[in-house]
């Protein structure tokens, strides 16, 4: 609003001592204050009201208007209350920095002014920014896209004030304000989504409200464009792939105008989220397609020729890919009848892309496709590199498994699993068939562990590991308790801590000394220790055999 509107409101009781030339500037805030120096607390624009109680003598004038003046202070309103005429000292000072100033009626609260300036800038800005948001949406549903959701979120910083990011479920951050502020950090990311999944798992209603530190977020679901909330049978069918617009602010006490702004932005964003998913089509169909040579069995010259076709699409620029992985990936809920192969597709289309990356283009660098209940990706690699310490770089079921793990266990609530497989690199088309069984082979070992999300990596498939799951529960049950609640039962008793002391002597090979000091213990108490465990089990720790049996015992338990 401009300042001129101030004077041709009556009820506000202004009355204008100079500056009549100013009365153009745009109020954009309003502040209150006594302080001698408020510049910390000012951003631009206000409009400033005072009760003159920093004022002593004349002298002080001077440097409070040159304050304001350098703060961006729009114009100054002084009280007449406390001292009755506004001093001429204030209107001079004013004068000489031409900042405009008006004298508050003793009558007239600041509070009266402060509610029509913050309700007329509000309005104005909602107004402004609701404009630009539809006709945003009508160029972006009716042709390319605008600039994508960072265009969006500009609009709602500068028009606004508000600072907003868009997550994905898994806690990425697909974009956010490019000025304004420190960035949003993937912790905080992380748990924004969790308590968004957990919020939809309970059906409550958005926005949903979350503090962090001392800062408080609003969160938006984005759902897609084409679907209302009640479009799907089963939020379980959804709820880990929505995207959320998580907002720096507290919108419990916001206006119906203003949320139904929000949820306007939400649904522009959707558009580009649809857009990006209609982009998707292409590769999942080439995967779909190699994925159906794969296990028929085809020629490998065949399933190479549709490689070739894939990798452009996948990796723009670079030709064929000269490695590639295979993901596989299934989705489980108790007691509902919920396809679960595309729930698992578009889960794993997101988790996928590397946590770091931001913007929905990484995504168009896999291919799922679904079959029954689980997704398969076929994940090109530009190259396939060994690090110093000999690990394999690529994507890697630990850093899958830290990457989504806490925001997608509160989506899975308490009757959700999510259970991920990841093969070794492959350069060929003959490699692909292994990869896949390597993959499925890798997911049912991860299923086998406890936990709402698990995943595992073929490393896992040249060890032991491997066998542990697929022993009998009952197989298992009784051999571990034959050797261990003997141990357990005198730890409880006596709290003589065998259980870890047996668990680290197994660690450290049975070196004596490594694991005295590990235990921080003298090396006669580490044997009196290790000798009341032989003679509890009737095992001998120095035998390989019954080594074995413990550390198999202490794995399985």
Not at 144 to 171: C, E, K, Q
Not at 192 to 198: G, K, Q, S, Y
Not at 448 to 471: I, K, M, N
Not at 548 to 555: E, T, V
Request: glycine content about 8%.
């Amino acid at each position: 609003m401009r300042l001129r509107a101030l004077l041709d409101t009556d009820a506000l009781g202004l009355k204008l001592l100079g500056g009549e030339d100013e009365l153009d500037r745009t109020v954009r805030g309003v502040m209150t204050t006594d302080l001698r120096d408020p510049s910390r607390y000012l951003s631009g624009g206000e409009l400033v009201l005072t009760g003159l109680a920093w004022r002593r003598d004349a002298a002080d004038s001077e440097p409070f208007v040159r304050t304001l003046v350098q703060a961006g202070v729009v114009a100054l309103a002084a009280g007449e209350a406390e001292l009755g005429d506004v001093p001429d000292d204030l209107v001079v000072a004013c004068a000489r920095h031409r900042l405009p100033l008006f004298a508050v009626h003793e009558s007239v609260a600041f509070a009266t002014i402060t509610e029509h300036v913050v309700r007329q800038v509000s309005g104005e800005r909602a107004g402004d920014l609701a404009a630009v948001v539809d006709r945003h949406r009508r160029m972006m549903t009716s042709g390319p896209a605008g600039g994508g959701p960072d265009v969006v979120l500009d609009l709602l910083g500068s028009d606004l004030d508000l600072r907003a990011w868009v997550l994905s479920p898994t806690g990425r951050l697909i974009a956010g304000p490019k000025i304004g502020g420190p960035a949003l950090p993937p912790e905080a990311c992380a748990k924004l989504a969790a308590e968004h999944l957990a919020a939809a798992r309970t059906g409550r209603r958005g926005p949903h409200r979350l503090i962090l530190g001392t800062t408080t977020y609003s969160l938006f679901p984005i759902r897609s464009s084409g679907r209302s909330p009640q479009a799907s049978r089963d939020v379980r069918e959804t709820v880990l792939s929505d995207w959320l617009l998580a907002v720096e602010a507290d919108a419990g006490d916001w206006a119906e105008e203003r949320l139904d702004l929000l949820h306007g932005v939400t649904q522009l964003i959707a558009v580009e989220r649809d857009r990006r998913d209609a982009a998707r089509t292409v590769r999942r169909r080439l995967a779909q397609e190699i994925l159906e040579l794969v296990q028929t069995g085809a020629a490998p010259a065949e399933i190479a020729a549709r490689l070739r076709v894939a990798a452009p699409v996948l990796l723009p620029g670079l030709g064929a890919a000269p490695h590639w992985q295979v993901v596989v990936a299934r989705v489980e809920w108790d007691d509902a009848e919920i396809e679960a192969g595309p729930v698992a597709q578009s889960l794993l289309e997101e988790i996928l892309v590397d946590p770091m990356a931001t913007g929905p283009e990484p995504s168009d660098r896999i291919a799922v496709a679904h079959t029954g209940d689980e997704a398969i990706a076929l994940v090109p690699l530009p190259a396939v590199s060994t690090e110093h310490d000999g690990s394999e770089t690529g994507v890697l079921a630990d850093a899958l498994l830290t990457s989504i793990r806490t925001p997608l266990s509160s989506g899975l609530d308490d009757d959700g699993r999510v259970t991920l497989g990841v093969s070794a690199a492959v350069h060929s088309a003959e490699g692909l068939r292994g990869a896949l069984e390597e993959a499925r082979h890798a997911r049912r070992v991860a299923a086998a562990r406890p936990g709402r999300v698990c995943a595992a990596g073929h490393q896992e498939l040249a060890s032991h590991v491997l066998l542990l799951p697929f022993v009998p529960d009952d197989v298992r049950r009784a051999f571990t308790a034959r050797l261990l609640d003997p141990l357990r039962d005198y730890d409880r008793r006596h709290r003589a801590e065998l259980i870890p002391t047996l668990e680290a002597f197994l660690e450290c090979d049975g070196s004596w000394t490594r694991c005295a000091s590990r235990l921080h213990l003298h090396v006669n108490t580490l044997r009196y220790r290790v000798g009341r465990i032989e003679q509890l089990t009737s095992r001998d720790l120095s035998r390989l055999e019954d080594k074995l049996d413990f550390f198999l015992a202490l794995r399985m338990s």
